[in-house]
């Protein structure tokens, strides 16, 4: 059976009414007339066959049978509001499984995820060291922050950062074995976190194909590789978003001016149908949100600073201290 339930205004109106014991103030917060007020109540009352109201003075006052109706019509309103809060504003509860780059989640996310927890104590992350592209697909996976050409298809995905490679080094390695040109890397090992395209990518842009290499390490990955330049094994390729606070706590340096646009971007890519969870759009916004941050403060002075050549230029020799 159908349950009869009364009208809705009318209903909005004895609830302004009861709370403020008055129709003027309720008249105001409806953004209606005193009159308008006076009407719906009536109309309620006729349609419940009750008195809800009784004047006392300048004010109203409830009577038994409005008395009754008040905590279910007030309990209903909340109930509304809280899920329409719910809704429209992004969630800041639950859990959250991301998939990430390697080097990015190691050397710029999580040194950042003191900003998002603050924001999102309730957040409850779950963070997978990955660029696999079955990641996409996953369903114990929310969304994914992974290096390629975008080509994915059947999902969301906005580019999230580009990025330039550049040669990076240890500060004690250079100081005992310097490099004072493009040929003094002959006498370096070189550390590879791919297959070797982007090193090849970065000598052709130096006029340094024919240079004589020695010992070669493939890591794996770039995190493998910085990690193991950082620790003086060799030079690697850095790039300028994971290798940016390296170089500015001289754990690394660049000692050349020449850097590269690296094959591939950064994006940020899930399925069609988690980008409209809440959970997943406070994540994508802080991500783009800490990526805007770090371009405001681009201008900033840096120990290592990589100034970008698309262009084949004549190498500058930084000697690992920033070029003047």
Not at 2 to 19: D, I, Q, S, V
Not at 180 to 201: K, P
């Amino acid at each position: 059976m159908t349950k009869r339930l009364p009208p809705l205004n009318p209903l909005r109106a004895f609830e302004a009414t009861a709370r403020h014991g008055s129709l003027t103030k309720a008249a105001t917060e409806l953004n209606v007339t005193h009159g308008a007020v006076s009407h719906q109540i009536k109309a309620l009352e006729q349609s419940l066959g009750v008195k809800l109201f009784e004047r006392v003075g300048q004010r109203v006052k409830l009577t038994p049978h409005g008395a009754e109706l008040l905590p279910a019509v007030s309990t209903a309103f909340d109930g509304i509001a809280a899920a329409t809060q719910r809704m429209t504003r992004p969630a800041s509860s639950g859990t959250l499984s991301v998939s990430c780059v390697p080097a990015l989640l190691l050397l710029w996310m999580t040194p950042r995820l003191g900003s998002f927890m603050a924001q999102y104590p309730d957040i409850r992350l779950t963070l997978i060291p990955s660029n696999d592209p079955k990641d996409l697909r996953a369903p114990n996976i929310d969304v994914c922050v992974h290096y390629g050409d975008g080509s994915w298809t059947d999902c969301w995905m906005r580019k999230w950062s580009g990025l330039e490679l550049f040669p990076v080094v240890s500060p004690t390695l250079i100081n005992n074995r310097p490099i004072r040109s493009v040929r003094d890397l002959a006498d370096h090992v070189f550390l590879h976190g791919d297959d070797g395209r982007e090193w090849h990518t970065w000598l052709a842009a130096a006029d340094a194909l024919d240079l004589e290499r020695g010992r070669r390490h493939h890591l794996g990955d770039a995190r493998m590789a910085t990690e193991a330049a950082v620790h003086g094994h060799g030079v690697a390729l850095g790039d300028s978003v994971t290798a940016s606070a390296l170089l500015a706590r001289g754990m690394l340096v660049a000692p050349f001016s020449l850097s590269v646009p690296a094959v591939d971007d950064f994006y940020v890519v899930c399925r069609n149908e988690m980008r409209t969870t809440p959970i997943v759009q406070v994540f994508v916004d802080w991500l783009f949100a800490e990526k805007a941050g770090d371009d405001g403060r681009a201008d900033a002075p840096v120990a290592g600073r990589i100034v970008s050549r698309r262009k084949r230029p004549a190498l500058r020799v930084m000697g690992g201290k920033s070029a003047s």
